[in-house]
């Protein structure tokens, strides 16, 4: 059952951003839209998390310099896949001799990003350190301090690290429950915005107006306005990845993004069985996404 959580989450995230890259930057759509662009092929989101994955893989764990590199490999093979202006611009810098820590404490005036690209990527934090919060933290924010350096930046990818573990923790053959879901989360978070956007999904829960909740949670390129809205897009419906999914989309906005973190969480939760075929089938490099959440699970089988 791990090792089709671990699948699930990662294969959930690529479907996820592949599901929601015709449409970001929309207004709110029609779930019944959703399919008819459907081609398998992700964005810099999922590009991104493999490097997490391959990083985390070839070191058995967090290696900062290594995981630059990794991304900066990445990227220059495949620099069109929508990249945000952060990321490339750290990679620069990391190239012509600045240290992978600091690098990214340069961007926008020498606050750090608060983009949601460190926590768009994080899934495989939230898998491999599942049952070991310390970890999941330090691990989150290292990864994030490559190129987001901001604290929401930072905290955002925690959260979304923490959501993808309560996932792989909760048992599906018992109904989730979005209350303790929630306050698991609010308890995990050290940051004031976080609390209070999660104090607001909560009492979201149930709302059936989507206007509403894009303005109250948010549904943009900012972490502290799309991880909470990913977080509640899975609890709109745990038990069903596809119509967490298809309501994470519907919101707009950031949408390859929100798709991507939502897909992680419900994969997490589902397992790979449960993320239709039909997505499957068609995602592009599915058979290496499978192969990297396999050892990530051997890693993990390995360390217990
Ligand atoms: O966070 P990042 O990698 O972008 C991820 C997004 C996802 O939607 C992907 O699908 C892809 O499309 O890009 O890239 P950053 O450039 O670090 O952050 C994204 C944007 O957030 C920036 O380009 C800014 O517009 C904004 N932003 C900020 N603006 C002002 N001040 C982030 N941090 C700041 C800031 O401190
Ligand atoms: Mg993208
Ligand atoms: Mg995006």
């Known amino acids: ?48 998390m493999i490097g997490v994955a391959e990083s985390l893989i070839m070191n058995h764990g967090f290696d900062g ?19 945000a202006y952060g990321p490339p611009q750290v990679f620069r810098w990391i190239r012509s001799g600045v240290d992978w820590s600091q690098a990214a404490k340069r961007l ?3 606050a750090g990003s608060y983009g ?7 899934a495989p934090v939230g898998v491999l350190y599942y049952d070991d919060l310390e970890q ?8 994030s301090q490559i190129t987001h350096a901001h604290e929401l930046g930072k905290e955002g990818a ?31 978070t050290i940051n004031d915005v976080y609390r209070r956007k999660l104090e607001t999904a909560e009492r979201l829960l149930g709302e059936k107006d989507r206007l509403r909740v894009i303005k109250e949670l948010g549904n943009g390129i900012e972490a502290h306005n799309s991880v909470p809205t990913a977080i509640y897009s899975f609890l ?3 038990q069903s990845f596809e ?40 995602l592009e490099r599915r058979g290496y996404i499978e192969e990297l959440a396999e050892k990530l699970w051997l890693i993990k089988r390995r360390l217990q």
């Open 236 to 238: 709109h419906c745990p």
């Open 1 to 48: 059952m791990l090792k089709s959580k671990f699948l699930g989450c990662l294969i959930g995230s690529a479907v996820g951003d592949a599901l929601g890259s015709s449409f970001e930057g929309s207004w709110v759509l029609e779930e019944n839209r959703i399919e008819e662009n459907f081609s398998g092929r992700w964005t810099d989101d999922t590009h991104m």
């Open 243 to 282: 119509k967490s999914l298809f309501y994470a989309v519907s919101l707009g906005g950031d949408a390859d993004t929100i798709g991507a973190m939502t897909g992680a969480i419900s994969g997490a939760y589902v397992g790979i069985e449960s993320v239709p075929e039909r997505w499957k089938a068609r």
């Open 116 to 122: 949601n690209g460190a926590a768009m990527r994080v």
């Open 158 to 188: 925690a959260l979304q690290a923490y959501a993808v573990a309560l996932a792989v923790k909760a048992d599906m053959s018992s109904q989730l429950e979005p209350y303790a879901f929630l306050k698991e989360l609010k308890d995990f």
């Open 65 to 83: 310099n290594h995981m630059a590199q990794t991304f900066i490999k990445n990227y220059e093979q495949e620099p069109w896949r929508g990249y």
């Open 108 to 110: 926008f005036g020498g």
């Open 136 to 143: 999941l933290r330090s691990v989150a924010y290292g990864q």
